[in-house]
């Protein structure tokens, strides 16, 4: 079985300030996907990123980078420097094969002015 | 190229009633999932339909069923609505069963009074 869990319910931080989202997974598979997704307000779902389980490199885009860890099963998301409109809810999720998403129950980041 | 749609967005139903929504996906794309949100269990896997055949199934009753049409159009129905079944549907599409980038919709919010 697959299982995604967000230890952190709820972070606030100040504007400007960095946050970092963890992540951990199991599942007995070898070949599987990491994603992040991004749930504004409105309710949409937002994809983020896309990692396989064969490329730990990290990744970099604009203020987002993630850190994946197959050692420690782990695929941590950072902002640095958040803004206002990062507030959201986040949600780490895994694919094995090409069954269902199984989702982390998410993680509120509110980012105040 | 346009969105995932959903309709419609807002649904107000009393228990006993039944419901369908509807899922349009990206152009091209033939593969359908639908996912339940609700605040306590979070984000579940209800079924995924590629050519118009249903592939997976998540842990529902039978009340909830689904099917797609030959333009990939795609269609949940909920029979015998429970108080329970309040929450924000999500419909994501994705190109294929085995691509695993899903794109999703705004969802429809289903309360049932």
């Known amino acids: 079985a697959q299982k995604v869990t967000q230890a952190q319910t709820e972070i606030s931080v100040v504007e400007k300030e960095d946050v970092t989202l963890d992540c951990v997974y199991e599942?007995?598979?070898?070949?599987?996907?990491l994603f992040w997704y991004k749930q504004p307000p409105s309710g949409e779902l937002v994809f983020l990123i896309r990692?396989?389980?064969?490329?730990?490199q990290n990744e970099i885009s604009g203020r987002y980078s993630w850190n994946f860890q197959k050692s420690t099963s782990s695929f941590n998301f950072t902002i640095t420097a958040s803004q206002v409109v990062d507030s959201a809810v986040y949600f780490c999720?895994?694919?094995?094969?090409?069954?269902?998403?199984?989702f982390g129950a998410g993680t509120t980041v509110t980012v105040r002015a | 190229k346009a969105g995932v749609t959903q309709t419609p967005r807002y649904l107000i139903k009393t228990r006993g009633q039944q419901v369908t929504l509807s899922c349009s996906p990206i152009?091209?794309?033939?593969?359908v999932s639908w996912y339940q949100q609700t605040p306590g269990q979070g984000l579940q896997f209800l079924f995924e339909?590629?050519?118009?055949?249903?592939?997976n199934k998540g842990n529902f009753p039978g009340r909830f069923s689904g099917r797609q049409f030959s333009n990939s159009r795609s269609e949940m129905n909920v029979s015998t609505l429970e108080l329970g079944d309040s929450a924000l549907y999500l419909c994501?599409?994705?190109?294929?069963?085995?691509?695993?980038?899903?794109?999703f919709g705004p969802g429809t919010r289903l309360t049932v009074l």
């Open positions: 994501a599409s994705s190109l294929d069963p085995l691509n695993n980038e899903q794109f």
């Open positions: 152009s091209g794309h033939r593969s």
């Open positions: 339909y590629f050519s118009e055949t249903q592939r």
């Open positions: 599942t007995r598979d070898t070949t599987y996907y």
């Open positions: 999720a895994l694919r094995v094969n090409d069954y269902k998403l199984s």
């Open positions: 990692r396989n389980s064969f490329d730990e």
